[in-house]
T-cell receptor, first 113, second 112 residues
Framework: DADVTQTPRNRITKTGKRIMLECSQTKGHDRMYWYRQDPGLGLQLIYYSFDVKDINKGEISDGYSVSRQAQAKFSLSLESAIPNQTALYFC????????????FGQGTRLTVV | TQLLEQSPQFLSIQEGENLTVYCNSSSVFSSLQWYRQEPGEGPVLLVTVVTGGEVKKLKRLTFQFGDARKDSSLHITAAQPGDTGLYLCAGPYNQAGTALIFGKGTTLSVSS
């Protein structure tokens, strides 16, 4: 089983719908992250969390919200999806400290029509 | 917020050639990381550099961190088709170093 699991792997939704992307991890890491990847734009940081009570905005948090339900679970919500939120979304985890590696899930491909 | 610029954006070469990709910023970074991403997968860490002027080698890959810690390079010797992928540099999001931001990446294609 993967250390960082994202569900669903693929999702098509309609404009205006609320959608939740889920991430769970078995690595025992406190730190979890959500990134968005668009062709030619690399990875952009949406939100990050260093423990259950800690939530921080990243580079592009507008239109998104997150919930850290437990150390192992971090979900990303789009309250009212719009077409330009069509992208590949990655969850990641890490140990604390600079230089610590990010461990990524396999991604969720979201299409908003 | 600090920014990372990568160049070139695309690189298509023949097996056996050498190549260098670059990661530059106007800001000083306490550390930089390089990741490689294959289609359908998440990025995987290749190396972390933390000291200005540092050089690290990983088989045919050589990573260098600039003396001023504002830039880094990745050099691949005798590229192979298995090196094909997206190469991303990453550094701390802010002075607290609490999360990573990424450059836009270099897409490398090595043909045999």
């Amino acid at each position: 089983d993967a250390d960082v699991t994202q569900t669903p792997r693929n999702r098509i939704t309609k404009t205006g719908k609320r959608i939740m992307l889920e991430c769970s991890q078995t690595k025992g890491h406190d730190r979890m992250y959500w990134y968005r990847q668009d062709p030619g734009l690399g990875l952009q940081l949406i939100y990050y969390s260093f423990d259950v009570k800690d939530i921080n905005k990243g580079e592009i948090s507008d239109g998104y919200s997150v919930s850290r339900q437990a150390q192992a679970k971090f979900s990303l919500s789009l309250e009212s999806a719009i077409p330009n939120q069509t992208a590949l979304y990655f969850c990641a985890t890490s140990d604390p400290g600079q230089g610590a590696s990010l461990f990524f899930g396999q991604g969720t491909r979201l299409t908003v029509v | 917020t600090q920014l990372l610029e990568q160049s070139p954006q695309f690189l298509s070469i023949q097996e056996g050639e050498n190549l260098t990709v670059y990661c530059n910023s106007s800001s000083v970074f306490s550390s930089l990381q390089w990741y490689r991403q294959e289609p359908g997968e998440g990025p995987v860490l290749l190396v972390t550099v933390v000291t200005g002027g540092e050089v690290k080698k990983l088989k045919r890959l050589t990573f260098q961190f600039g003396d001023a810690r504002k830039d880094s390079s990745l050099h691949i010797t005798a590229a192979q088709p298995g090196d094909t992928g997206l190469y991303l540099c990453a550094g701390p999001y802010n002075q607290a170093g609490t999360a990573l931001i990424f450059g836009k990446g270099t897409t490398l294609s090595v043909s045999s």
